[in-house]
């Protein structure tokens, strides 16, 4: 019979032969998931035996990690700001940048009573339903949207789990507020802060084993990966209150073109933060105000 550090030893050379990042921690979590423990629990119990009973569905879970599943759809969650949220095929895997990305937002924003915010293409719903939370004191109303039914019921089981006030909508980038068939009911708008993680790879470009698990509809965006970013940016002016802050994630050699776009239409204090890394990956925005877009319609001449 094998011991605790025995099968902790084999699993983590097993991963590392078929080219697995961090193998030693995705050995440690998938015995932590299978064992009911902890890290500590392991290391002060590596001269243990392990039943045969444990070791076959640790073996199973051994061979889908090796084959470049990723470790949050075989634990079916992931720690995300501090909360644990579920993951799975049907959305985006949460990742660091992400969690950074918010953080970047929540340190900028003004924060109001009553302020609207909005996650557009949420997934699995961590950014909207983070910022629920996180704001909860402004009793602010959020708006989830994205156009897969699967991800929003997943974004659905998450804000129920964490018990986030949230409202979700299926929508194209922004065709629920336009077409009356998208919903039954209207989302509400402007709003005061936008976050939105949108699909940005270009089509054909090959991606790391594990990102492939990730539906297509949330990675790919055209030829260059800015497609739907643009959309995105110019149906959003409508619906942005004066002064309201947007923030993407974007790839690390697309921020300045995001920047460039943001300033042609009219938003101000552009710039393009980086992440702990040191890449550009989050182009931010302050919408026009409202009074001055108002203005400049009604000088537009009607009589030619």
Request: glycine share 8%; hydrophobic share 40%.
């Amino acid at each position: 019979m094998k011991t605790v550090n025995e099968v902790l030893t084999g699993g983590t050379q097993y991963l590392e032969a078929r080219g697995i990042e961090g193998a030693r921690h995705s050995m440690q979590s998938l015995m932590v998931h299978v064992l009911g423990c902890d890290r500590t629990w392991l290391y002060l119990h590596f001269d243990d035996p392990l039943p045969e009973a444990k070791l076959a569905p640790l073996r199973e879970l051994l061979r889908q990690r090796g084959q470049g599943v990723p470790l949050q759809h075989l634990l079916g969650s992931t720690e995300f700001y501090r909360r644990e949220f579920r993951t799975d095929a049907r959305a985006l895997i949460p990742r660091p940048e992400t969690e950074e990305l918010v953080e970047l937002a929540l340190s900028r924003v003004e924060r109001k009573d009553g302020m609207r915010v909005l996650d557009m293409g949420c997934g699995s719903g961590v950014i909207g339903i983070t910022l629920a939370l996180e704001l909860a004191e402004q009793h602010p109303t959020v708006v989830l949207a994205d156009i897969s039914d699967a991800a929003l019921a997943l974004t659905l089981e998450n804000a129920n789990r964490l018990g986030a006030r949230v409202q979700t909508y299926r929508s194209d980038l922004f065709s629920a507020w336009t077409d009356a068939a998208e919903s039954a009911i209207t989302p509400p708008s402007p709003f005061n802060l936008v976050l939105a993680n949108l699909p940005y790879v270009p089509d054909g470009e090959q991606v790391a084993a594990e990102v492939a698990h990730d539906p297509a509809t949330a990675l790919y965006g055209g030829p260059d990966g800015l497609d739907v970013v643009r959309a995105f940016l110019k149906e959003s002016l409508p619906h942005l209150a004066g002064r309201a802050l947007v923030a993407l994630e974007v790839g690390h050699d697309q921020g300045e073109r995001v920047r460039a776009l943001m300033q042609e239409l009219g938003f101000t204090d552009t710039e393009v933060l980086t992440d702990m890394s040191g890449k550009p990956r989050f182009p931010i925005g302050r919408a026009p105000e409202r009074e001055e877009k108002e203005k400049e319609l009604q000088e537009v001449p009607m009589d030619e």
